[in-house]
T-cell receptor
Framework: GIQVEQSPPDLILQEGANSTLRCNFS?????LQWFHQNPWGQLINLFY???GTKQNGRLSATTVATERYSLLYISSSQTTDSGVYFC?????????FGKGTLLTVNP | DAGITQSPRYKITETGRQVTLMCHQT?????MFWYRQDLGHGLRLIYY???????DKGEVPDGYVVSRSKTENFPLTLESATRSQTSVYFC??????????????FGQGTRLTVV
């Protein structure tokens, strides 16, 4: 099956800092999503981005499908950005998740 | 409310008991999924369903049973719960749009503890 690797596994930032999270995957995919799992455990959809670049406020994401990686950018981080960020990839409807990046934003 | 809801949110059960986790979605999405989340493993697919009465195994199906008699419901049953099934369970749904888009949306999760 598809292998998904996320880096870094842990990241600690001061409020206001920028960060880049990476997701590498081992095979061609036509579905890639980024999720934020908040401290209450809820999985929140951030981006559906099998290719290209998207932006939503302080967050943006880029997927280079031919090179099998995706990047999630967080700018001017806030304490509410804390949590685990998951990349999930798949062919059509089934998703394989990476192990996530645990982000801690300190005030 | 529209969306995907799971019940119960928290459950404690004893080893050997049967327990059913419920999942209901109001979008009429074709596909529904059950994942479990464990420390160090991320989320892993247990079972999925492409439509009513069509189900198939995922990565970790042993010890679980699913059914889908109606499009909107996808219950997950642990026939004889074991401590290794202590986990957080997530239900999800997605649909295919224009032959390509298959964005998945997740329920709030059910935290199951088997004692």
């Amino acid at each position: 099956g598809i292998q998904v690797e996320q880096s870094p596994p842990d990241l600690i930032l001061q409020e206001g800092a920028n960060s880049t999270l990476r997701c590498n995957f081992s095979d061609s995919v036509n579905n890639l999503q980024w999720f934020h799992q908040n401290p209450w455990g809820q999985l929140i959809n951030l981006f559906y981005i099998p290719s290209g670049t998207k932006q939503n406020g302080r967050l943006s994401a880029t997927t280079v499908a031919t090179e099998r990686y995706s990047l999630l950018y967080i700018s001017s981080s806030q304490t509410t950005d804390s949590g685990v960020y998951f990349c999930a990839v798949g062919s059509n409807y089934k998703l394989t998740f990476g192990k996530g990046t645990l982000l801690t934003v300190n005030p | 409310d529209a969306g995907i809801t799971q019940s119960p949110r928290y459950k404690i059960t004893e080893t050997g008991r049967q327990v059913t986790l419920m999942c209901h979605q109001t979008w009429s999405h074709s596909y529904m999924f059950w994942y479990r989340q464990d420390l160090g493993h991320g989320l892993r697919l247990i079972y999925y369903s492409a439509a009513a009465d069509i189900t198939d195994k995922g990565e970790v199906p042993d010890g679980y049973v699913v059914s889908r008699s109606k499009t909107e419901n996808f219950p997950l049953t642990l026939e004889s719960a074991t401590r290794s099934q202590t986990s957080v369970y997530f239900c999800a749904s997605s649909t295919i749009i224009q032959g390509a888009k298959t964005e998945a949306f997740f329920g709030q999760g059910t935290r199951l503890t088997v004692v």
